[in-house]
């Protein structure tokens, strides 16, 4: 008999039905074990979803006449981590000149992708502010990881050059930037801002009011050689970290040695960014005394014209020693930037009332990769404060916190029957964390709110040892539940779904526009689906029905057409009638014959 997908349906919920249900009764029976204990799981470090958004009109060339913007978002990019971070840009003028839908970061050749798509940009006539921060915004609404910190990075460089031509007016563009910052605030998307104010001209009150409604910050400078510095302010800023001074040297023409001090094992990333108007050589030394190969297992290596950027991979705590060989007389700034897989959380309050007069005891821990940290000297290297504001009032107190153990301790005595909210900040010269809010409702006596859950607290060890005995046991069964879910599903490949989405344009051959990027989830087919359906339908475009999608491998796509439809990547065309395999990252061109239209495509996961 022929399996339909219906009767696999079936199929499955036969199988995985008494399979839940026997879960469901070991989560059941396992939860008064677990109540009140610290979760055993941790969220990975958290990974940025960015959309550069770069004024390319006319006046850059002025104003950056060496591109050092382009060199700076370049760097920003060599920054950020080696896989999962995901990057948008959005190259703007009056409108949308060129675009990269996000993407996610898996490799070397991604990143280089990006700086690539950086270095092919081109200028154009003409600003509109609102175009380019109403774009960013769809960018990441539509393509942005729930589980990511959002961020848009402007680039501008003056005030708004609008084309009489096009009628449009400078209410319409303000009232279009408004409702895109509004969205922008709604999301949760910080907007940082770099005016470049070469020509003394730039309206900073524009590109402040953008930031501070989105929470995010501004900054401005009359020389472009300033934004690789400032890229790097912004990267430390929203991963909570600190750019750290390491030294800055005047080239003599030898290696010229500094001193770059990993404090902790709690450091994910090293990034070393050395910055010179003219190339440099370097050399690492690990704290034993080892030459590091650069580039080498655990050090990676990226260079431009203007910047070299080490970044060490989970590196060796102590002192890593840098030689650095300029051209004489050449300036090297060398800065340093750690990423941190560490988490500040409170631990929980016991449930009672509180009032006015009471005194709260507020303790916090350090969590890595969802354990929590017991090494005292990464504690006393910290300056912690407990942050107490009165949201009635809007007074803060900064009440400092004991840190000569393995915990920081502080308490609040509530001054009033107001409602307060606390958290602690710590702080060392590379990074800092805050926790968590904790509410207090001192005006009805109501019952302080607890972190959420995964929060520190402390739990009996007899408590431990037992729930511990029981999630093996259910771990056990687990595994083996889900192998034999996992073989079943192998054998359903010729009806599984679909991942990501594909990024869809249509270039129109006799008037040369391009319509607005359309971002098309894949997860609504099953099995197959035609380039005809993505398109939805449209009758003039009918002989894409050609071309079929299917899944393939590793979260692939396979595309099979005929000899008929042209289709071409890299500028190549490529036989589809044996086969084509699509990546994350991977774009096409379809060139039909029936209309003088391309359907431009790119896959996204």
């Known amino acids: 008999m022929l ?13 995985l039905r008494p399979i ?22 941790s969220p990975a470090p958290s990974h940025i979803d960015a959309v550069l958004l770069i004024d390319v009109s006319n006046s850059m060339n002025k104003s950056d006449k060496n591109n050092i913007a382009g060199e700076a978002m370049k760097m920003f990019i060599d920054m950020l981590s080696a896989q999962g971070d995901k990057v948008g840009i959005v190259a703007y003028t009056d409108k949308v000149q060129r675009e990269k839908a996000l993407l996610q970061i898996g490799s070397a050749a991604d990143k280089q992708d990006l700086k690539d798509f950086i270095d092919g940009l081109d200028r154009g006539a003409y600003t509109d502010i609102a175009v380019g921060m109403k774009e960013a915004v769809k960018v990441l609404e539509n393509g942005s990881d729930p589980g990511h910190e959002p961020m848009i990075v402007m680039l501008a460089d003056g005030n708004n050059d609008l084309n009489e031509a096009t009628g449009r007016t400078q209410s319409q563009s303000d009232q279009e930037l408004d409702a895109a910052v509004e969205t922008a605030k709604q999301k949760g998307y910080p907007v940082y801002t770099i005016g470049l104010n070469a020509n003394g001209k730039l309206n900073k009150e524009i590109l402040a009011g953008l930031s ?16 690789p510095q400032i890229l790097s302010e912004i990267f430390a800023d929203h991963l909570k970290l600190k750019v750290v001074p390491v030294q800055s040297i005047t080239a003599n023409g030898s290696y010229q040695e500094v001193t770059v001090n990993v404090p902790n094992g709690s450091v994910l990333e090293a ?20 030459e590091a190969a650069i580039p080498s297992n ?40 750690f990423n941190y897989d560490l988490e500040l959380k409170l631990d929980a309050l016991p449930s009672k009332t509180y009032k006015k007069g009471d005194t709260v005891e507020i303790s916090s821990h350090l969590f890595s990769n969802g354990a929590q940290v017991t090494l005292s000297s990464l504690y006393q290297d910290m300056k912690a404060v407990l942050l107490a504001t009165d949201t009635d009032t809007g007074k803060v107190q900064e009440l400092p916190m004991d840190n000569s153990g393995a915990v920081f301790k502080g308490s609040f005595e509530i001054p009033e029957g107001h409602n307060y909210e606390l958290k602690v900040r710590a702080e060392e010269s590379s990074f800092y964390r805050e926790s968590d809010v904790l509410t207090i409702n001192a005006k009805t006596g109501a019952v302080a709110t607890s972190p959420p859950a995964g929060a520190g607290g ?27 879910v996992v073989l079943w599903l192998l054998r359903q490949k010729s009806n599984r779904g679909f991942v990501g989405q594909m990024v869809v344009e249509v270039l129109d051959g006799n008037t040369g526009e391009k319509t607005y990027p359309q971002y098309k989830k894949l997860s609504a087919f099953r099995g197959k689906f035609t380039l005809h359906q993505l398109l939805q339908l449209a009758p003039e475009l009918k002989e ?34 044996r086969g084509l395999e699509l990546k994350s990252g991977d774009r096409i061109s379809v060139a039909l014959q029936t209309v003088d239209k391309t359907i431009l495509l790119e896959y996204l996961i």
């Open 271 to 290: 990034n070393i960014s050395i910055m010179s108007a003219q190339p440099v050589t370097a050399k690492l030394t690990d704290p034993s005394g080892k």
């Open 298 to 337: 655990g050090v990676l290596l990226s260079k431009s014209s203007t910047y070299s950027l080490i970044k060490l991979l989970s590196p060796e705590q102590g002192d890593w020693k840098l030689q650095v060989k300029g051209v004489p007389k050449d300036k090297i700034d060398i800065n340093l930037v």
């Open 3 to 15: 399996r339909t997908p219906f009767n696999h349906f079936k199929t499955a919920k036969k199988i």
């Open 458 to 484: 402390t739990e009996p060890v007899q408590e431990q040892s037992s729930s511990k005995t029981l999630y093996y046991i259910i771990g056990g069964i687990v595994l083996v539940l889900a192998a034999a």
């Open 20 to 41: 839940a249900l026997l879960l469901l009764v070991l989560c059941i029976s396992a939860a008064p074990f677990a109540s009140g204990r610290a979760s055993a799981a």
């Open 544 to 577: 894409s029905e050609k071309l079929v999608f299917t899944p393939g491998k590793n979260d692939r796509l396979m595309l099979r057409g005929s000899e008929e439809i042209s289709v071409e990547r890299s500028g190549r065309v490529v036989d589809t009638a």
């Open 212 to 227: 501070n409604k989105t929470s995010g910050k501004a900054f401005t400078t009359d020389s472009a050689d300033d934004l």
